[in-house]
């Protein structure tokens, strides 16, 4: 019983992210897109939000190191360096295809993609760190 009772709350725990709810961070980033559309605007956006999304992953990582066993951390430690090779190989290959393609559209497409791959991180150690703090 204990058992489906933190299977659920876990779930539920996802709830946000299922129904897509949209992070303070997305919504301040797509205000300052309405309210300066041109392309300078919209990548200061993005990077706003892109250091928005870093900062709450560096926290989320720094509350996990405090909750999570030794032997779990050190795994979580070796995930987190290969995310980061990941997100530099995936920033790499993107910049091979986005510095061939003419018109300044592609800049904040760009700078979109990029900042989406520390978003998702950025969000799913923040559902670890709800699943783990469940008790």
């Known amino acids: 019983m204990k058992l489906q009772t933190l299977w659920l709350s876990a779930l539920l725990g996802m709830a946000p992210l299922l129904a897509q709810e949209k992070d303070p961070i997305d919504r301040a980033m797509e205000a300052a897109m309405a309210k300066n559309s041109s392309t300078a605007g919209m990548v200061n956006a993005i990077d706003e939000a892109m250091k928005q999304w870093d900062q709450k992953l560096n926290t989320c990582y720094k509350a996990l190191s405090k909750e999570l066993p030794a032997a779990e951390?050190?795994?979580l430690v070796t995930a987190q360096r290969a995310w980061i090779a990941f997100r530099d190989a995936q920033i790499k290959a993107m910049d091979a295809t986005f510095d061939r393609m003419e018109g300044t559209m592609w800049i904040p497409i760009r700078a979109e993609m990029a900042m989406n791959l520390t978003?998702?991180?950025?969000?799913?150690?923040?559902?670890?760190l709800h699943n783990v703090t469940l008790k």
């Open 73 to 75: 951390w050190k795994e």
């Open 119 to 128: 978003r998702q991180r950025a969000q799913f150690l923040e559902n670890m």
